[in-house]
Structures are given as C-alpha cells and as structure tokens.
C-alpha cells in the first residue's frame, strides 16, 4: 500500500530567522531571560548524567542550541572545558556577557547544529538541551543528532533533554515532503518576561515553526531517532515539568546514550 503524501509548506531559512528575530526582540525590550540559572529540572538531570557518564575534571563539552549560555556556563564553573553554538548572533552575544559576568572559561559560537565545523571526535560529551524540540523536520532532526556523534570521541555521551509527546507523531502511512517557499507562514506569539527592575513586559516573536510541523517525538520515537544515528540508547525516560501550579506539566523526554 501507497503512503499518503503530506506536503508541509516552511519559509526559506526560518529556522535562523525565528530564533534571531526571537532573541532580538526579547532583549531589544530590556527581559531578563534564561540569564540566572540552569533550571531546576534540567539541574538534576545534568547531575544524575554528569555521574552516569563518569565524566572528569576538565573532560570537554559541547552544547548545541546553547541560547545565552547559562548551562554550559554552569557545567563550565564545575571544571569541564565548555563550547556552545547556536544559530543567533545575538543569543551569542549575551551568552559572553554572561560568561565574563560568571568568570567561566565557556566559549560560545555562531554555527548552526546540523553543520558544525568542529572536527570530528572532537569532544568527551555533547548536550542539547530544549533545542531538539524546536525542529520539526524529520531530516534536519537525523542531522542533527550524527552531528552529535561525529564530534564526539569513541565512547563519548549524549544528553538529551526536551518535550516530548505521550503518543507517536509521525504516522506510518504517511510520508512528508518538505517544500520550500517565499511566503512567511509562522504566526507570533507573545509572552510576559521578566524586566531588571521586577516588573513584567509582554514581547511579541515569530512562534518557532510553521503550525503543520512538530518537534515532539514520542519515547519510542525518540530512541529510534538516536538509534538511527549510530548511538546505543543507555537510559531514556519521560517526566513532567511543572513551572508553577497554576500551568499545566509539560511533558519532557530525558535520554543518556553513548558513541561506541
């Protein structure tokens, strides 16, 4: 039996698009964002890994999608030697100011996460943290994640940690084309952000793919995605992260494999 054909329309290079119009926008309007801390969650995850992978003083990093670099900024200030890149100059440019205001040692470059100049089995442990849920491609999300083994050394670990979805995204009897188009077809979004002196600001930015697509993958989805780049899965599970009572749990997938 033939697969139905889907064909999902996204705008010529959004992907850097939305997240420098998105990092512009937020700072251009004077908000605090993701400057403080490693968020809790994602804080213990990173310890339970950090012990998993028996990583060592000094063994080195790489996080993919860093944003203003406050976790590889963290991990740097524990003693791994850190590297972050992401597509934004501007999320770039805060992550150094952050880093000198932290006296980390953590670098940050421009470079997006499907094509790294980094050579290959350059690094002891890669991360990617609340930035592989931000592609919906299937294509780009396989790229990404042999990105993720090339540089890391033979027995080198991966951690994940993004949303997820309770039940399969992609159906089996459907295939998707991706096609390119001129038209911008990503709606905005606005959110209230935090301002230096404690009080609020609403920001409006591009949402981060067109509607058709999704990021989330399901648990099994997800092991099959590592898998088919070359990772044996070590431990994967599902979890809910509550921001505060008054929102509803978002449902995040955690996963540790290693490079054989």
């Known amino acids: 039996m033939s697969k139905k054909l889907r064909v999902i329309e996204v705008p010529r290079d959004y992907y850097h698009r939305v997240h420098e119009e998105r990092y512009q926008?937020?700072?251009?309007?004077?908000?605090v964002y993701r400057q403080k801390a490693m968020h809790p969650h994602v804080s213990r995850a990173w310890r339970k890994f950090r012990s998993f992978a028996h990583l060592r003083p000094r063994d080195s990093g790489i996080e993919f999608g860093s944003g203003t670099g406050i976790n590889a900024i963290t991990i740097s200030l524990e003693g791994y030697r850190m590297t972050g890149l992401d597509i934004s100059p501007?999320?770039?440019?805060?992550?150094?100011?952050?880093?000198?205001?932290?006296?980390?040692?953590?670098?940050?470059l421009v470079g997006d996460m499907f094509t790294s100049?980094?050579?290959?089995?350059s690094f002891d442990f890669a991360l990617n943290i609340w930035a592989l849920h931000v592609v919906g491609e299937q294509e780009l999300r396989d790229k990404h994640l042999s990105e993720c083994y090339r540089v890391l050394r033979p027995g080198g670990y991966l951690f994940l940690h993004n949303e997820s979805s309770a039940v399969?995204?992609?159906?089996?009897?459907?295939?998707?084309?991706?096609q390119e188009t001129e038209e911008w077809n990503i709606s905005e979004r606005t959110n209230k952000f935090n301002l230096s002196d404690g009080g609020k600001v609403e920001v409006s930015f591009p949402g981060h793919m067109p509607p058709e697509l999704s990021g989330r993958r399901s648990l099994h989805e997800?092991?099959?995605e590592l898998e088919r780049a070359g990772f044996t899965v070590l431990e994967c599970w599902e979890d809910i992260i509550c921001p505060n009572p008054?929102?509803?749990?978002?449902?995040?997938?955690?996963?540790?494999?290693?490079?054989?």
Request: glycine share 4%; proline share 5%.
């Open 168 to 178: 399969d995204v992609l159906c089996p009897d459907e295939e998707i084309v991706i």
């Open 117 to 121: 100049a980094f050579q290959t089995s």
């Open 246 to 260: 008054s929102v509803p749990g978002n449902p995040v997938m955690i996963a540790f494999a290693q490079r054989v």
């Open 90 to 108: 501007t999320a770039v440019h805060k992550a150094a100011e952050l880093t000198e205001a932290y006296d980390s040692s953590a670098r940050f």
């Open 222 to 224: 997800h092991q099959m």
């Open 25 to 31: 926008a937020i700072f251009g309007a004077g908000a």
